[in-house]
């Protein structure tokens, strides 16, 4: 998905180049300011999934704990699960 998202911003910035069929300055910093905000895009995306995995081990690293200590029990699905 990020890399779907940078290639759409970046083929923006060379479509607004081909249609002027030149090169200049000003077009070529589309291009990098384009990539700059897809760079961008991809790192906060990075980010985000990186912050959500972490919860999610957090929130099972704390059911392992409370069943460990004994403050939260199995809800009767062991018997139903000791064949495996």
Known sequence: MKLMIKAAAIGLGVLALGAC???TDA???????TENVADTIEANASNTADAVRASGENQADAVDNAVSNGTMTDSGNSTANSSK
């Open 21 to 23: 069929n030149k090169h």
């Open 27 to 33: 077009g070529d910093n589309v291009v990098a300011n």
